[in-house]
């Protein structure tokens, strides 16, 4: 299975004939490229022409994060399978209004039914979330009622702030109280690590697109206007309760990240090199972690989830089988 790699040092990267190498401070690590399924890169880092010429040929792509952990940009080598009977069925379903807004739903709808699972494992060993629970379940009930995005957006926001206010009580830990989302920059730990592990998600559905069919331009949730990307984000809301946030629950409860791993800066709070390390092979392990698939009977990966996720959108768009967002089983 190819993997990702993650570069945190500056440094330079660079070709030499048909291999790639780091170097930094006059030490050079080689990359095993036939293994290499993306590069995420939040160091400074130079490259060339060259390199990015063979990344093309050997279909790698580039994420470049910033020191916060937000997502930058990408270099998406030309897109090998790109189809343009399946742009069309993208393009036809965002600009039909309800055939987006039914779309836009099920990501919704997926993404409240882990959420709903996430609260509910929590509450059956015993955290003190019951009231926010129901709230979550009765503006769940509210998602297929929602008349455009919109509404259905705000549906889905209010809902996401009851999530959050479960948090202090799942995670009870004085140096990670969280008093709701804020971003760019993050002002708290927990708000660090939901931002560094959402775009983890949102690069690793990226470059699970650049297997597909689908163009990542145009998405349904996330309007699609002159954002590079947007279907990853919408993908990625399914994902983000139940890998991202059971990651940082997970984290916390085993001491893996302490007050220790962050620090402050002018304007907010980030994720030291080393609670990085420590957050991205722990991803990485959970990326790889397989479940039993209900449907297919045999284990599958969290990355094949996501893969298989995509599938199942572009047999909706197609007309060949309706798409059913993903719902995790504990």
């Not at 599938?311 to 089983?329: A, D, Q, T």
Request: aromatic share 12%.
């Amino acid at each position: 299975m190819k993997k990702t790699i993650y570069v945190f040092n500056d440094g330079d990267f660079k070709r030499k004939d048909n291999t790639l190498y780091f170097e930094r401070d006059g030490v050079k690590k080689y990359l095993p490229v036939e293994d290499i399924k993306e590069i995420v890169i939040y160091g400074e880092v130079s490259l060339n022409k060259r390199f990015l010429e063979f990344l093309t040929q050997k279909e790698i792509i580039l994420h470049f994060l910033n020191n916060y952990g937000y997502y930058m940009g990408s270099y998406y080598p030309r897109e090998h399978l790109n189809s343009g009977h399946m742009i069309l069925r993208q393009a036809e379903h965002y600009l039909d209004e309800q055939k987006r807004l039914d779309i836009a739903r099920r990501f919704v709808e997926g993404a409240a039914a882990n959420i709903i699972a996430v609260v509910k494992y929590y509450h059956n060993r015993g955290k003190d979330v019951e009231q926010e629970l129901e709230q979550i379940i009765s503006l769940f009930d509210r998602i297929s009622r929602c008349g455009n995005i919109s509404e259905l957006m705000a549906v889905e926001g209010n809902l996401r702030d009851v999530y959050y206010s479960t948090f202090n009580y799942i995670i009870g830990k004085e140096d990670f109280e969280f008093n709701g989302r804020n971003r760019r920059p993050p002002q708290d730990r927990i708000n660090a690590l939901i931002s560094f592990g959402n775009t983890l998600a949102y690069t690793a559905v990226l470059s699970e697109i650049y297997k597909t069919h689908l163009d990542p331009r145009i998405g349904y949730l996330h309007t699609t206007n002159f954002r590079r990307f947007s279907l990853n984000l919408d993908v990625a809301e399914i994902f983000k309760p139940i890998m991202v946030d059971r990651l940082i629950f997970s984290l916390l409860g085993r001491n893996m990240l302490k007050a220790s791993h962050f620090e402050k800066r002018t304007n907010g709070i980030l994720m030291n090199d080393k609670g990085r390390r420590i957050f991205v092979e722990e991803w990485e392990n959970r990326l790889t972690t397989t479940i039993k698939h209900r449907e297919l009977g045999r284990e599958v990966s969290y990355r094949r989830l996501m893969r298989m996720e995509l599938y199942k959108l572009e047999k909706h768009l197609i007309g060949e089988k309706e798409y059913c967002p993903f719902v995790s089983r504990w």
